[in-house]
Every structure is written in C-alpha cells, then in structure tokens.
C-alpha cells in the first residue's frame, strides 16, 4: 500500500482577509495540505480567527510561529512594510514562503529576500495568484501563439474601491501604501509575464492624496517598441480590472482578469472572426495553492517569486521615481 503524503502545514503571519481565501478556504477543498497556526499583532485577533477558520493552534507572536515545528510554509499576510524582515526570518527558520505582494517596499529588500531563499535552500514564492489561473493561461497561450501579429500596443488597468479608513495600511506610506503598490504590481506583472521582456517607463504620473498615490499612471516601453500603458487607482466606485493586447492581426480585451472567479469575458478578435469566452474553473487562490504544492513537492517549477519578483519591483521603483521627478 502506497504511504499518502504528509499534507504541506502552513503558519499564518496575519489573520487576514487575504489569508483567508488564499490558504484557509483552498486549503479545506485539498487533503494534502493543512493550517497549522496563525499568528496576529493582536492575540485576541489571532484567537478570533483560529476561532472561525478551524485552526488548531495560535502562536504567541510572530517569531513564535516560524518556528513552529508543526510549519512547514509560512504565508506572510502582513503589511509590506514587514515582508522582508519576516519572510526572511522565516527562510532562516527553515521554512518555505508565499509572501503577499507587493513582495517588498522596493527593489533592493526584494534582492534581500531571494537571497536569504537560496542561502537557506528554501522556496520563496510571490503570491500572484491570478498568475496559475486557466484565464491567465489561455491569455498567456493566446499572445504567444503568433495570432495577433507583431505585437504594437499594451494596456493593463486595474481600479480598485479601498475604504479610507484609518487602520487601512494602504492608506500609509510608511506602511507601504498607496495604488502602485498594491494595484498597480498586477498591471507591471501582467504585461511582463505577456510581453516577456523588462521595460522602460517613458513617463508616468500619480495623484496624491495626504501623500498617497492614490492613481498612477505610467508608459512603458517594451522590446521591439511596444508600448504599454498602466492605469491603478484606489479609488475606483468598483473593482475593474481590464487588459488589452493589440497586434497588426487582431486585439485581445479581458475584463476581470485579476479576479476571473467575480465574472470575466475574454474576447479575441482577429482576421478569422471574434471569440468570445467567459467560463474558466477554479478560482485563482485554489489554482496558485496547487501551484505551490507542485512546487514544494518538485513536479513544477515556481512561476513567481525569484528573479521575477526583483524585475517587478524595479519597474515599480522606477515609475515610483518617474511619477515624482
């Protein structure tokens, strides 16, 4: 008789809206990987959420759980002010990480980040979740085939409503806030993974509101001069994420391309006719919590975190820099 696996037993670093549907929800749907613990800045927090999720153990604070016995992944949820002091002592502990983006404040902590990864032969790994999603595949697969043509234009735009709220930390630079941070990284992720090359940013522009960018919008330039555009804000009535893709054969539009789980409608449009798609399983938590376990276990190799992490906050950094010269 074949042994079953040991599950994958995941530590939480924050009781998080984002852990929850990251890790605990997908989590319950696998056999082979469980949560072990959650650690929060407040304790009563921690029990509330280990309370309501089912989880067994609570740690006392968050150096108590990376080194945890019982962990084998840590899931960093925390503010991005916090991610590289914790994902590293985390790697040092031992143990993998899937750290929520942004993956760090800037470019440099991200250098810092992977090479405490590969010092402590661990996995590290950006939470990009839509990045394992069938939609993003089907976009990846589209774009690569040729269909479109030469390549021309790009735009990613990503709008998002983030309450104001005093103990919102997006609402804080300190704590790493602000729209580039957090919505704009999947317009730049996105149009790296597709146009899979490093850009230049041409120009870009924020809005600031009491020192947040609470819009940004850049031009990028790729390979072979396609430009890009990315539009994030934080102050959208509704979510809406959109991407288009032009080409001298034709033009891809996806709209929900972040969340396809909330609706989605991919349209390709082409000498050959229009295609219009709007069905795709899964949600993108479940799909990057299949990608991490494939990964841990050796069948794949990651998609994110690395050198692709580093790429991404350097354009960051760089349109960061370009909006305020």
Sequence with gaps: MTKAPTPLRFGLLGASWAGEHAIVQPARERSDVTVSAVAARDPARAERYAQTHGIPAIASDYAALVSRDDV??????????????????A????????????????????????????SNGRLLLEAWHYRFHPLMLRIESIVASGVLGRLRRAKASFHAPIPKLEEAFRWQVALGGGALLDTGGYTIHILRTLLRHEPTVRQATSVLEQGIDVRTQAVLVFADEVQAEIDCAMTGETLYTELLVEGEGGRLVVNGFALPQWGCELRLETAAGRLVETSFPTTTYAAQLDHVVKCVSGAARPSTGGADAINNMRVIDAVRSAAVS
Aim: net charge neutral; hydrophobic share 45%.
């Design 72 to 89: 084998d992944m840590v899931y960093v949820g925390l503010t991005p002010s916090e991610h590289m002091r914790w994902t590293i002592r």
């Design 91 to 118: 790697l040092e502990a031992g143990k993998h990480v899937l750290c929520e983006k942004p993956f760090a404040m800037n470019a440099r902590e991200a250098e810092s980040m992977v090479a405490a990864a590969k």
